[in-house]
């Protein structure tokens, strides 16, 4: 791993929402970001939006993902979702992938060193 990706992961590892931050940043951020840059959505209202959607991810990772009951509740989420086509993985979902594997092994490596 280079020193600038280590400087990456011990930055949003000494915030303990970055996960959160992560998740709203992946799902949403990126898609409206356009939008925003268009002037459709001003500055306020942006923060607004991604204060929602942290405040979201915060909840789903820490509230429900965890139990399994719940997991299964949350699904009732979809029930206005039935008709949309199912997910797929593009080519940048991919590419995510293969950074996030890369990173991930080198992160395996560090730990079973004892280095981390």
């Known amino acids: 791993m280079d020193s600038f990706t280590k400087q990456m992961i011990d930055k949003v590892m000494e915030d303990e929402h970055s996960a959160a931050k992560a998740l709203a940043y992946f799902m949403f951020r990126e898609i409206v970001e356009d939008i925003h840059a268009e002037g ?3 500055d306020e209202e942006m923060k607004e939006l991604n204060k929602a959607a942290c405040n979201r991810g915060a909840f789903l990772l820490e509230h429900i993902l965890p139990n399994e009951d719940l997991r299964t509740a949350f699904r009732i ?3 206005n979702c039935t008709g949309w086509d199912p997910p797929e993985i593009d080519e940048e979902l991919e590419r995510r992938k293969k950074f996030y594997e890369e990173i991930g092994s080198d992160l395996s490596k560090i730990r079973k060193m004892g280095l981390s």
């Open 77 to 79: 989420e979809a029930i």
């Open 40 to 42: 459709k959505i001003t």
